[in-house]
């Protein structure tokens, strides 16, 4: 954990978590994450905004023993979640004259997940704002990014927008700053495609609500800070918009080599009409990169041996996970191995009832098939390059 200083009196203390490699016990972190905290110092009060993984709280008393501080008024949580709001009851302890400014959902939240006393709360209103002394913080309420009470906090004078979980990535890094922009963007890619991809529509209304404040740099509490916040606001608009790009995510699993070979003819025929085909062996995929891909594919094909007359496993897992997540997908289909029959489509179907997808009909070979079915696979990938052109891809 370090302290550094953004601008005059206002410091991000942020928590490195270099070696955490699962987010949500879901998503693999390449390059770890972190938890960002942010100290405010008004002439007449002290914030504190959002602090860190209790796993890390110990780090965050030290930066703020390092920062010298006599005392803190606020800490302002934007987010009940415990990788943000973990490491309050300590903070509290620490200074107990502090009030925990939270709206009225993340006030329930805070008392059911932390525990903070009922006395210790400072309720706040959209657009509510609080003056610390030359320094003026308003409370933006920015809802469902990922969960109900979120909101942001702009600091008026300095053009400082603190966002949260919102624009967060997953990065453990010494820069301050998103310098190393196509990393950062990566990593904030990986964030969003668990974390925001389900919230489509709020983060299109959050995305028109904070574009009335005039910010020159964009602060959450995951990974650096944006000094250029035009490079995530469109990158968010884009994520967020119906606009879908001509990829195919194949997420497949094979145990004896059959669906493998359909993938792989089924890849080359894609990739021979200019469509961008990306293969998941869900074994041994990192599924953040599968989660990645699905964010703006036009098309899902999923490839399952039949097994115990449904799919595999594995496949219903990622399957399930693709549902919940909701990507924009316009398109989806199947690809099958079975050797005497099952109900393979239909169980895929049902586990993915959420995606408003037009279903292209399923190509089912027994075995590895012979050439003849194979062309089943030819002919599917023609369906789809016919699709996509017909939206224009
Ligand atoms: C545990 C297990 C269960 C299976 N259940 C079915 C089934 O219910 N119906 C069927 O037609 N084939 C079933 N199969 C056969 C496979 O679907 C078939 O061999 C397929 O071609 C395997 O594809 P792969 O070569 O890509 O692994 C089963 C195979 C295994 C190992």
């Not at 502090?98 to 805070?110: D, I, P, R, S, W």
């Not at 657009?127 to 469902?144: A, C, E, V």
């Not at 668990?194 to 020159?216: A, C, G, H, W, Y």
């Amino acid at each position: 954990m370090s302290v550094q200083k953004i601008k005059e009196d206002v410091f991000s203390l942020r928590a490195n978590d270099w070696d955490r490699t699962l987010f949500d016990e879901l998503i693999p972190l390449p390059d770890g994450t972190s938890y960002n905290a942010y100290v405010v110092k008004g002439k007449n009060k002290i914030v504190l905004i959002d602090t860190v993984d209790p796993r890390k709280t110990k780090e965050l008393i030290d930066d703020l023993k390092s920062l010298d501080l006599h005392r803190i008024d606020y800490i302002v949580s934007q987010h009940s979640e415990q990788d943000h709001s973990g490491s309050i009851p300590e903070i509290l302890k620490m200074y107990p004259m502090a009030e925990v400014v939270t709206n009225k959902k993340g006030k329930e939240f805070l008392t059911e997940l932390v525990k903070v006393p009922e006395d210790k709360f400072l309720v706040i209103e959209d657009m509510g704002t609080i003056d610390i002394g030359g320094k003026t913080l308003k409370f933006i309420f920015t809802p469902w990014v990922h969960w109900p009470e979120t909101f942001s906090t702009y600091l008026e004078e300095d053009k400082i927008l603190f966002t949260c979980d919102f624009f967060g990535s997953h990065i453990a890094t010494n820069d301050l700053f998103a310098t190393n922009e196509g990393k950062v963007m990566e990593a904030a890619k990986r964030y969003y495609s668990e974390i925001m991809v389900p919230f489509r529509t709020s983060i299109r209304s959050n995305l028109q609500k904070i574009k009335d404040f005039d910010f020159e740099i964009i602060a959450p509490s995951h990974g650096c800070i944006y000094q250029n916040p035009k490079m995530i606001t469109d990158a968010y608009s884009d994520w967020s918009s119906d606009d879908v790009k001509n990829t195919v995510v194949i997420p497949y699993l094979s145990m004896h080599g059959s669906i493998q070979k359909f993938v792989d003819r089924f890849v080359r025929k894609l990739q021979e009409k200019g469509i961008d085909a990306r293969p998941f062996d869900v074994v041994t995929a990192d599924i953040g990169n599968m989660a990645m891909a699905l964010i703006d594919a036009a098309t899902i094909v999923i490839a399952s041996p039949t097994m115990l007359s449904g799919v595999h496993p594995k496949i219903a897992y990622v399957a399930y996970l693709a549902n919940v997540l909701r990507p924009k997908a316009k398109f989806a289909s199947v690809i099958g191995s079975y050797d005497w029959g099952g109900r393979e489509v239909d169980v895929l179907s049902g586990l993915l009832g959420n995606l408003k997808v037009e279903m292209i009909p399923p190509v089912l070979i027994k075995g590895d098939g012979r050439e003849e079915d194979l062309k089943g696979i030819d002919d599917l990938a023609e369906r789809i390059s016919q699709k996509h052109r017909s939206i224009n891809l």
